[in-house]
């Protein structure tokens, strides 16, 4: 089951700069074990060019290694989304162009169109600043801690991503693969949405009749794109 995971998360991590979402070793993607609780990640600043299987590490959710080498700095973040929800079987982090300008521009993106709402019913939220306490302590577990209260109440089907204010987008999925979805989604609609602004800078949010109708038929009980199962 291990080894089935690793493979995943493999593929999920090389599918990163197969979609221009990377330069150099700038993301990571984890996956879970929910029975054995543990996360496999891929390694500190491995280049995606040479990555193998090898390069996963398995950490336990306290993000203490069990097997493998030095896992990704953003490690405590990704077992922070774990902790909180049950339904997310993956994460991505990236510092992917158009999201990460909206992360430095400190603002969260508007929903204007229906492959936003594709994606979430929602604005793409824009996480706290975090403390210097936060910053000069356990950083990458304070990062988790505020994406989580980013989300709020809402689930993590109905906000799969979030920006860190000043870095970069963390999303999520059911799977590693769906996470990459996600995140690629949201890399689309973040360039969008700035070209928008540009050409309209007063452009109206997306009616909500419309951004529920597609986000609803992509996901929830009552979807009906796709092929299904």
């Known amino acids: 089951m291990l080894d089935d995971l690793k493979q995943q998360v493999l593929a999920a991590n090389l599918a990163l700069p ?7 070793t700038w993301g990571n993607v ?9 996360v496999v990640i891929k390694g500190s600043g491995v280049p995606y060019s040479r990555m193998s299987v090898e390069d996963m590490v398995v950490v336990d959710m306290d993000g203490r290694v069990v097997e493998g080498a030095r896992p990704s700095t953003d490690t405590p973040t990704h077992l922070a989304l774990y902790r909180a929800y049950t339904e997310i079987g993956g994460v991505v982090h990236t510092h992917s162009t158009w999201a990460a300008a909206w992360a430095q ?17 929602h604005d ?28 709020g109440e809402r689930s993590p089907a109905e906000v799969p991503a979030v920006l860190v204010r000043s870095h970069g987008p963390f999303a999520w999925g059911p799977t590693p693969g769906a996470a990459v979805e996600a995140a690629v989604t949201l890399e689309e609609v973040a360039h969008m949405a700035l070209l928008t602004e540009l050409l309209s800078p007063n452009a109206p949010a997306l009616g909500g009749k419309v951004r529920e109708k597609h986000f609803s038929r992509k996901h929830g ?9």
């Open 18 to 24: 197969a979609h221009g979402l990377v330069a150099l």
């Open 30 to 38: 984890s996956g879970i074990d929910r029975d054995r609780s543990l």
């Open 105 to 121: 521009a400190e603002r969260p993106i508007p929903i204007l169109g229906t492959t936003h709402a594709d994606l979430t019913p």
């Open 124 to 151: 793409v939220p824009l996480a706290r600043p975090l403390t210097d306490e936060e910053v000069a302590g356990e950083y990458e577990a304070r990062t988790g801690d505020v994406v989580v209260e980013a989300i």
């Open 221 to 229: 009980p009552n979807a009906y794109y796709g092929q299904g199962t």
